[in-house]
């Protein structure tokens, strides 16, 4: 028997979420809620509703797990700890520094209506949160860096389009090169966030926006950009639309470290990743954690998890026998 997928939200990552379906096939997309006009909405998988968000409590029994489409900066903090009074959930929730916050709200609610509810599923939080962890375990005395891009990224992208005055807005993470060789080069630099990377953004304003305050909002912006140095770039949205309509990204997780008697050795641990599409890596994420919050709920597991909190036999839809046949 399927899962059963509701998806909440049907910007980037809802259809991204839409597409990975489709490559899941012990999963079924059963229906697309959305805050806006349901019949506005014309999605790909033929026969399948779109409904009003507000209605997503009668589809309770319909549904074996919800995945959330919603934006970090004021969707999620919202929407994870309400759907998962009534679903199963997951949710790419990327503000780092939120984390904690996040996580025992949405424990609280997900605990008490008996759910589980796994959060910041993507690359980052998400695989790049595995990488770190399992090279700090294997290489104890030593240090962790991690870097993105160059590319867009949706999470700080979405925070300069709720600014007021914002129309349209792109944001791109960019390694500083000489940080990133250094590390790969086994000195074990001490960086700062400012060594690591910069960012650029380019923004559509509004008509009489004031871009100064604009500029400002952005630059002095807590846990996306203040602890940056940025560059904003005020564009026409046909600009926007003509060079940037890309959604490439990645980047790499370090671990380096020292091992034998006197230290003598060195080694250095490189995950790397290359995405053409951000959302379309993250939601393929987002379904493989999906599966394993069904697998999870059906064993009794219920409140908050994250991805360093699940089997990697959960995420895939082979038996263990092929698992340990073909990828052990």
């Known amino acids: 028997m399927s899962l059963r997928v509701g ?4 910007g980037n990552l809802g259809r ?16 697309v809620f959305t805050r806006r006009d349901p019949g506005s909405l014309s999605i790909r998988t033929e026969g399948v509703p ?10 309770q029994d319909k549904i074996d797990v919800m995945i959330l489409c919603g934006g970090s900066a004021t969707d999620l903090p ?36 008996g759910h589980v509810a796994v959060i910041s599923c993507g690359w980052d939080p998400g695989m790049f949160s595995l990488a770190r962890v399992y090279g700090s375990a294997i290489l104890p005395d030593g240090n962790d860096y991690t870097f993105w891009g160059k590319g867009v990224s949706q999470g700080h992208s979405d925070a300069i389009r709720r600014i007021k005055g914002v129309k349209n807005a792109k944001q791109y ?8 060789e ?37 630059k ?11 560059t904003v770039h005020f564009i026409s949205e046909e600009e926007l639309i003509r060079d940037h309509s890309g959604m490439a990204h990645g980047g790499f997780v370090f671990r380096t470290g020292k091992t034998g008697v006197n230290n003598e050795h060195n080694h250095v641990i490189e995950y790397s990743l290359k995405l053409d599409s951000n959302p379309e890596f993250t939601t393929s994420v987002l379904v493989a954690i999906a599966r394993a919050a069904c697998r999870l709920s059906a064993e009794g597991a219920k409140g908050c998890k994250t991805i360093l909190d699940i089997p990697p036999a959960y995420l895939s839809d082979k038996s263990g026998e092929e698992l340990r046949a073909h990828m052990l």
Request: net charge negative; hydrophobic share 45%; proline share 5%.
């Open 16 to 31: 991204g979420v839409e597409i990975a379906l489709e490559k899941a096939p012990d999963m079924e997309l059963v229906a």
């Open 182 to 218: 250094a590390v790969r080069s086994g000195i074990n630099p001490e960086l700062t966030t400012r060594q690591k990377h910069t960012r650029e953004c380019f923004v559509v304003l509004e008509e009489g926006a004031d871009a100064a305050a604009v500029e400002k909002e952005i």
């Open 220 to 230: 002095e912006m807590p846990n996306y950009f203040a602890d940056y140095d940025t």
């Open 7 to 10: 998806i909440l939200g049907y």
């Open 173 to 180: 993470t960019i390694p500083v090169e000489s940080a990133l």
């Open 50 to 59: 779109v409904v009003a968000a507000d209605k997503a409590a009668e589809w």
């Open 78 to 113: 919202v929407q994870t700890p309400e759907y998962a009074k009534m679903f199963n959930v997951v949710d790419s929730f990327d503000t780092h520094a939120r984390i904690p916050e996040h996580f025992a709200n949405v424990d609280a609610s997900a605990g008490q209506s």
